[in-house]
C-alpha cells in the first residue's frame, strides 16, 4: 500500500528500491519560505544499517504489513533483552535499538512489538507506566510559595522531574514518550 511521507509513523515498515526499512526517528522541518521535508532515520531490517533519507511532504512510500503482537519483558542478559511470547512462552532475544527508549522497561511489562517474517522489527513501550520512587530529596516545609519540582531517582534507574510532595516509596504514573512526571499512582 502506498502512503505519502506525512502519513508516516515511527517504528513503520517502508520498502523503499526493494529493501525493507524500520523508521527509527523522524522529524518534520520547515524553514521560512522553503519547502517542508520530512528527515526521516531508516534501519535497514536485514542488515542493520542507518540511512538518513529526505522525504517531500507529497512523497508516496509503499508500506509493508506487519503483524503486531504483545510480548512480555522477561530480562536483560548482556547486550539483548529477552522478550516472551504469552501463547508459546517462546524467549526471544532483542538488541536494545529494537526497544527504544529503555529507561522505563520494567520486568513483566507487555510492550506491543511490530513482527516480520517471525523477527521482531520494532517494540513500543506502554505510553504510561506506573514505578517506585527509590530516591530523592525530601520536602522543604513550608516551601509552598513555589512550585519548584525535584530530581528523584526511580526503580528502573531512570531520572525524572516529580512535585515536591513526592516522598520515597510511592508509585508515580510516568508518560514514557515524554519522560515526565503525570500523576501518583492510584
Known amino acids: 500500500m502506498s502512503v505519502k511521507a506525512s502519513e508516516l509513523k515511527k517504528g513503520q515498515v517502508v520498502l523503499i ?3 525493507r526499512y524500520t523508521i527509527k526517528d523522524m522529524q518534520h522541518v520547515a524553514k521560512g519560505n522553503w519547502r517542508s ?3 526521516v532515520k531508516l534501519k535497514d ?3 542493520g544499517r542507518v540511512l538518513d533519507q529526505r522525504m517531500a511532504v507529497d512523497d508516496r ?3 509493508v504489513f506487519v503483524e503486531t503482537k504483545p510480548y512480555e519483558y522477561l ?4 547486550d539483548s533483552y529477552i522478550l516472551a511470547d504469552p501463547q ?3 524467549q526471544i532475544p532483542v538488541q536494545e535499538d529494537v526497544i527504544g527508549d529503555v529507561r522505563f522497561l520494567k520486568e513483566n511489562m507487555t510492550l ?3 513482527v516480520i517474517e517471525g523477527q521482531i522489527v520494532n517494540a513500543e513501550l506502554p505510553f ?3 514505578l517506585q520512587v527509590t530516591d530523592t530529596v525530601p520536602a522543604i516545609k513550608g516551601a509552598t510559595a513555589t512550585n519548584q519540582n525535584k530530581d528523584a531517582t526511580l526503580e528502573t534507574g531512570a531520572r525524572i522531574k516529580v512535585p515536591p510532595f513526592i516522598e520515597v516509596g510511592e508509585m508515580v504514573r510516568v508518560d514514557t514518550r515524554t519522560g515526565e512526571y503525570l500523576e501518583r499512582a492510584k
Open 17 to 19: 528500491d526493494g529493501v
Open 37 to 39: 521535508y520530512y528527515q
Open 45 to 47: 531490517f536485514k542488515t
Open 61 to 63: 512510500v509503499e508500506t
Open 75 to 78: 530480562y536483560r542478559d548482556s
Open 88 to 90: 508459546t512462552y517462546d
Open 112 to 114: 506491543t512489538c511490530t
Open 128 to 130: 504510561t507506566v506506573e
